[in-house]
């Protein structure tokens, strides 16, 4: 666990103890010795079970800046959604997701939009950007 003052991960649980239906555990940074709690929610497994059948839990996984970086890598190397996903361990909906809002455009996509350009056909640049999300 990271050290919300300054972001060490040399942290180290000092106490423990059960709270109601969550365990409190007080944490300290070895780098900083700053201190603070946390708090893990006890659930038994009905709950569980509830939660998980409803989607109401999650577990997300952020993307990190090396990843967004190897997928715009990929993205531009042409591979497909599917294959970026099977190279990040990321599912097809999830890369097709950060890649929209990453604003990525394939650079080939891009190029004979170009070309339409310095050819004044502007009726098939507007359909080209159409296609590619871009209006």
């Not at 990271?2 to 780098?31: G, L, Q």
């Not at 650079?107 to 209006?135: D, F, H, Q, W």
Request: glycine share 6%.
């Amino acid at each position: 666990m990271k050290c919300p003052n300054c972001n060490s991960n040399e942290t180290k649980i000092i106490d423990s103890r059960y709270v109601e239906s969550a365990k409190k555990r007080k944490r300290m940074c070895k780098s900083c010795e700053n201190k603070w709690d946390t708090y893990e929610l006890i659930l038994e497994k009905e709950q569980l079970e509830r939660l998980l059948k409803l989607g109401e839990y999650r577990n997300r996984r952020h993307w990190s800046e090396n990843e967004d970086d190897a997928l715009q890598f990929l993205f531009e190397e042409g591979l497909t959604t599917k294959e970026i996903g099977e190279e990040l361990g990321r599912t097809e909906e999830s890369v097709d997701k950060r890649i929209r809002r990453l604003g990525l455009r394939r650079k080939r996509e891009l190029r004979k939009l170009n070309i339409l350009l310095e050819n004044n056909e502007l009726t098939k640049v507007l359909e080209g950007l159409k296609k590619i999300g871009g209006l």
